[in-house]
């Protein structure tokens, strides 16, 4: 299943935005979870935060596909981690991401035999930077 994250945008510089965390909803041990994000503004930059609140459950393993071969700036794939119990931020770039639906999916994947949300209870929230 998908869980369609919260884009928060920041539309100015010195201008603040109230970010929303959306959780994951599997609840099946091993079972990875794509989070789609869907840009407001093209070419932007964007932190994206990933929380592994279990405090014993280990880390949650983030990977983001590389972008559709048509847009310009598309890059490679990236991977990483987030440790247990601790919310990790990163910062992508739109165009080295983006899908031919215009979406950017981020796959989160549990430590073995865990689960997303209820033993992870991982989150993710985006804020759009601006120009």
């Known amino acids: 299943m998908a869980v369609a994250v919260t884009n928060s ?33 093209p070419s932007s930059k964007m932190v994206v935060m990933i929380t592994a609140g ?26 990483g981690s987030v440790a247990q119990a601790t919310t990790e931020a990163l910062v992508i770039d739109t165009a080295r991401h983006m899908s031919s639906t215009g979406t950017i999916p981020i796959t989160l994947t549990p430590a073995t035999g865990k689960k997303l949300l209820t033993d992870h209870v991982a989150t993710m929230a985006v804020i759009e930077l601006p120009f």
């Open 54 to 79: 279990g405090a014993t459950e280990g880390a949650v393993a983030w990977s983001i596909a590389a972008g559709a071969s048509n847009h310009f700036g598309s890059g490679a794939a990236d991977t």
């Open 9 to 41: 945008p920041l539309t100015a510089y010195g201008t603040e935005a109230v970010v929303t965390f959306s959780a994951a909803t599997s609840t099946v041990a091993n079972t990875a979870e794509v989070f789609t994000i869907t840009p407001t503004r």
